[in-house]
């Protein structure tokens, strides 16, 4: 059976990577100067006064597709919520406190706020310099975490209720969701980058509704992460099954 | 050099498909399929890659002072790998679960419950 | 092209393939040494990319691994603390040639550029990843004792 | 000069996802896991995709290994308590 699956597994494979070979020897040269889509993608940009073409492709000339990716990572979320609660035949045993050296708590404890401004530094300027909703919601969720590092999972606790959380990312959800509407209450279609002025390029407010789709996306993976960490963490630290009752 | 970063994203794919195929211990075959998810990330930015190009960013340069990379690709892969990592995380609870209820995470073992 | 991006591709090609071979190889003591390693061998490589491109907003990618690589080292040493409890991977001497390879970049590169906001962010930048580097050793070698179930 | 800059760290990521299937045991899939999230996102930078790699840097440096590190925890947890029981 295993020797089957093994021989199935090489012939696949053998088969898989001898087309991927040829697709490769077929795609355009690596490092080729012909990129129709970019070139238009960054003049679209800079016609709307976006500095960062990747953030203006995300928020404005893609944002339907973005919405896509949000749906996906909220559905996960909630799948993941779903499949961690605490069951019946379990419950929560309080975890001793962990003996962390005063050096690493100390750093942990100072580095926490410098990572959290960091986290809303790259969110904030994720219309014009590298960075975005997507990469600062999980650096500033994943700061929070430092707490349960640096002292214990107690001390997490007390600063994240986790509800406010759920919320909050319900809450990001819905405001992508009425921001795009504006749009057609606006005249124009779902999404479409045409409810506010432009601004001036290079300055924080620039972009129409680009600052604002990221700042929603932003809040809705930070709360996201923080969320899941949080099932993880209570199912690895404190959610004990009863014993004596075996497995089904 | 010309077609380099394709094929090393195809062995990239090859390398995590065999791990999650020989895998006996699910969180290894979900670390695996990090693997796979990571050489789509190295074919799409190998495609939007110009030679002595830069990012499409510009907060620190002129427009149109020097060549650009494609920010289509970038975008793409941008959103991947945060939406990736979460269902990572689905996934792993999804091993959790099935922890708790068969007591084991070999795939083999499981197969062998079943029937 | 220049002499910086030379600078990176010698810093991430030793100290990359420096930091593979520990993290694949001998006991879960020297693999999470190398795992540290690996923060301030890439850190200061892509200070140098940074220069080298001639984009300062690249700069941002190392302000985040030196902030974030030592957090990933603590989520090892907190988490397998049973597995490291005998050992006691200090690794001293390496993680004080990594950080002085760290701040001699920080240091070349404040003497580059001029002097001004950017100089300020590298010199946060080299601190971060400096005393991030020495905790997350401090932490491997009994940084927690007595973790149960916490 | 770019160039091999380029083949350099796709070679190291190349070696680093093997390594990455090769190590059996999740935790030190983890380590090598961690590695190779820094890595690309240093190959991300190299490609002159910078959003990539701080999206890459944020996620796989700190929050994939953490995440597989507390499953990895649970299940230890699990068989330990399961040892005690009977």
Redesign the interface.
């Known amino acids: 059976m295993n020797r089957l699956r093994l021989w199935l597994l090489a012939v696949g494979g053998a088969g898989l990577a001898a087309l991927l070979v040829a697709a490769c020897l077929d795609l355009p040269g690596f490092g080729g100067s012909r990129h129709p889509y970019g070139d238009r993608a960054v003049r679209a940009a800079l016609s709307r006064h976006t500095a960062n073409t990747i953030a203006s492709v995300n928020f404005d000339q893609r944002a339907y597709d973005t919405l896509g990716e949000m749906s996906i990572l909220f559905a996960a979320v909630l799948g993941c919520v779903v499949l961690l609660r605490e069951a019946r035949d379990e419950h929560r045993a309080r975890p001793e406190p962990a003996d962390v050296a005063r050096p690493v708590r100390r750093y942990a404890l100072l580095v926490l706020p410098v990572a959290l401004v960091t986290g809303l530094y790259v969110i904030a300027h994720g219309q014009l310099s590298p960075g975005g909703g997507f990469q600062g919601g999980v650096v500033a969720a994943t700061a929070l975490h430092l707490l349960y590092l640096g002292a214990d999972y107690h001390a997490l606790e007390r600063v994240r209720p986790l509800g406010v959380y759920e919320t909050t990312d319900a809450l990001a959800v819905s405001s992508y969701l009425v921001l795009g509407a504006a749009g057609i209450l606006a005249g124009t279609a779902f999404l479409a980058n045409t409810l506010l002025p432009y601004g001036t390029f290079n300055t924080l407010s620039s972009g129409g509704t680009v600052p604002l789709l990221n700042a929603a996306i932003g809040m809705e993976v930070a709360s996201a992460v923080v969320v899941l960490l949080a099932h993880f963490l209570d199912q690895a630290v404190e959610i004990e099954e009863e014993h004596g009752r075996g497995t089904p | 050099?010309?077609?380099?970063?394709?094929?090393?994203a195809?062995?990239?794919?090859?390398?995590?498909?065999?791990?999650l195929?020989?895998?006996?211990?699910l969180?290894?075959a979900?670390?695996?399929l990090?693997?796979c998810q990571?050489?789509t990330?190295?074919l799409l930015?190998?495609?939007?890659?110009?030679?002595?190009?830069?990012?499409?960013?510009?907060?620190?340069?002129k427009?149109g002072s020097r060549?650009?990379?494609?920010?289509?690709?970038?975008?793409l892969?941008?959103?991947?790998?945060?939406?990736?990592?979460?269902?990572?995380?689905?996934l792993?609870?999804?091993?959790?679960?099935i922890?708790?209820?068969?007591?084991t995470?070999d795939p083999d073992e499981l197969r062998e419950l079943r029937g | 092209m220049n002499g910086w991006i030379l600078a990176a591709t010698v810093e991430l090609g030793g100290g990359g393939a420096a930091a593979l071979w520990g993290v694949t190889t001998g006991p879960p003591a020297r693999r999470v040494v190398a795992q540290n390693l690996t923060t301030s061998a890439v850190c200061p490589a892509l200070l140098l990319l940074a220069q080298g491109y001639g984009r300062p907003s690249y700069v941002d990618l190392a302000l985040l691994l030196a902030l974030l690589g030592p957090v990933g080292t603590l989520v090892f040493a907190r988490l397998l603390s049973d597995d490291l409890a005998g050992e006691r991977p200090g690794a001293w001497p390496l993680t004080w040639t990594a950080a002085g390879l760290g701040a001699a970049v920080v240091l070349a590169l404040c003497v580059a550029g001029a002097p001004g906001r950017a100089t300020v962010k590298l010199l946060v930048i080299g601190a971060l990843l400096i005393s991030g580097n020495v905790i997350a050793s401090r932490a491997l070698a009994g940084g927690y004792r007595g973790v149960r179930g916490g | 000069m770019s160039d091999a800059l380029i083949v350099v760290v796709l070679l190291l990521v190349a070696g680093s996802a093997t390594a990455a299937v090769a190590q059996r045991d999740p935790a030190r899939q983890a380590l090598v896991l961690s590695f190779l999230g820094v890595l690309l996102a240093a190959l991300f930078t190299v490609l002159q995709a910078p959003d990539v790699g701080l999206s890459q840097l944020a996620v796989g440096s700190a929050l994939t290994p953490l995440l597989i590190m507390l499953s990895v925890r649970k299940i230890r947890r699990r068989g330990r308590s399961e040892e005690e029981d009977g």
């Not at chain 2, 050099?1 to 090393?8: D, E, G, I, R, T």
């Not at chain 2, 195929?21 to 211990?25: K, P």
């Not at chain 2, 110009?50 to 620190?60: E, H, I, L, M, N």
């Open positions: 050099m010309h077609v380099l970063p394709y094929p090393v195809a062995y990239i794919f090859l390398t995590g498909c065999y791990g195929a020989t895998s006996r211990n969180i290894h979900v670390g695996c990090a693997v990571s050489a990330y190295v930015l190998a495609v939007g890659y110009r030679d002595g190009g830069t990012a499409p960013v510009f907060s620190d340069m427009p060549p650009l990379v494609d920010p289509v690709v970038q975008a892969t941008l959103t991947d790998v945060v939406v990736g990592a979460t269902v990572t995380a689905l792993l609870a999804l091993v959790l679960q922890a708790k209820r068969h007591g995470v």
